[in-house]
């Protein structure tokens, strides 16, 4: 059901990802943004696909990697790279984390996201290495700013994005200051506990913060993984982070939160590094770290769809589809991102 107009509300990675999917569809799209605390701009936009502390797939991760690989790339130009292949090991933390690893990389369902353990793994030298380490297939890194630069140069073409904040109180039933559309769809981030609508539902505040720093020792091809990530930007540049700070309202970067993440880079290195940059955001969170979606339960023109946490660049492009689908269509959304499961008490 194409020509529906639908006002989103919040343009990060949720809002911006269901705008160019509805806009796609054939809906007429209005976004309303207040450019306050995107953790999504900020975000190292690495996806990995295990979680790496009993060596397990990340939730639907076969789905989403399919799907992204394209989503991503579509938005890119010959100048301009938006999704690359990151190498990423893994530093093992224990001889428990690499037995896990061991039993898995055999097994034909995680073929597609570990190699198996050689001696040159085992060896590895470029970083503290006690119980050796494993390499991850299938890791990217979306280059955040390019990448919201094209989706929302594609929004802006196709329909309307107003930089301001969204007045609840101008809502009323199906109409916002007047005009009348067919669906309001909240993609708020933490700023959800705001909305008089779905201040109910729980969306934690989780602030990250994340420092580019320089590192001579490091090798720059590759990502290194343990109590902390490493991205490589090139020129012994890297990213590293995050921190996990919950219910800390402050998007500012704090001096704790630097020596955090110094500490934990400790773990895989004794060099001690340049500080460059430090960045703070905060994420939308949910209590069984998965997404929430639906329909409000008394009135059908409002929509959520929030809680995309630190795994959002992975789930955010298919998770829209799908949703989008369910908006314009019916078509039944995932069983674990129902917003019901916040609802039956």
């Known amino acids: 059901m194409g020509g529906k107009k639908i006002c989103v509300i919040g343009n990060g990675l949720a809002g911006a990802c269901v705008s160019y999917h509805l806009i796609k569809a054939g809906a007429k799209v209005t976004v309303y943004d207040n450019r306050f605390n995107h953790s999504s701009f900020i975000a190292a936009g690495l996806i990995t696909p295990l979680v790496f502390r009993r060596m397990n797939k990340s939730w639907r991760v076969d789905d989403f990697i399919d799907y992204l690989v394209p989503f991503y790339r579509s938005f890119e130009f010959s100048d301009q790279e938006v999704l690359r292949n990151i190498p990423l090991r893994r530093m093992f933390a224990s001889e428990q984390e690499r037995g896990y690893w061991l039993e898995r990389q055999d097994n034909p369902e995680y073929s597609a996201y570990m190699f198996s353990i050689n001696s040159k793994d085992e060896n590895y030298h470029h970083a503290i290495n006690n119980f050796g380490s494993g390499r991850v297939r299938n890791c990217y890194a979306v280059n955040t700013e390019p990448f919201f630069s094209k989706i929302n140069a594609f929004i802006r073409e196709r329909g309307t994005i107003n ?3 969204f007045a609840y109180k101008e809502l009323v039933d199906n109409k916002y200051k007047g005009e009348t559309f067919d669906a309001f769809v909240f993609c708020e981030g933490y700023m959800n506990y705001l909305n008089p609508f779905f201040k109910d539902i729980p969306v934690g505040r989780t602030k990250g913060e994340i420092l580019t720093i320089k590192a001579k020792s490091i090798p720059d091809g590759h990502s290194l993984n343990r109590k902390c990530f490493m991205l490589p930007l090139g020129d012994q540049k890297f990213k590293i982070g995050s921190t996990y700070s919950w219910n800390d309202p402050n998007p500012e970067p704090s001096e704790v ?3 955090e993440i110094i500490e ?11 500080v460059l940059s430090h960045v703070a955001g905060i994420r939308p969170t949910t209590m069984d770290r998965r997404p929430i979606v639906g329909k409000h339960p008394k009135n059908g023109h409002l929509y959520i769809f929030n809680g995309l946490g630190t795994k959002g660049y992975m789930s955010a492009p298919l998770l829209a589809k799908e949703f989008v689908e369910h908006l314009l269509d019916g078509t039944s959304l995932h069983e674990d991102v129902l917003i019901e499961r916040y609802l039956v008490k």
């Open 264 to 274: 934990k880079f400790a773990y895989l290195s004794d060099e001690k590094i340049e």
């Open 163 to 165: 930089e301001e904040s």
């Open 257 to 259: 939160g630097k020596q």
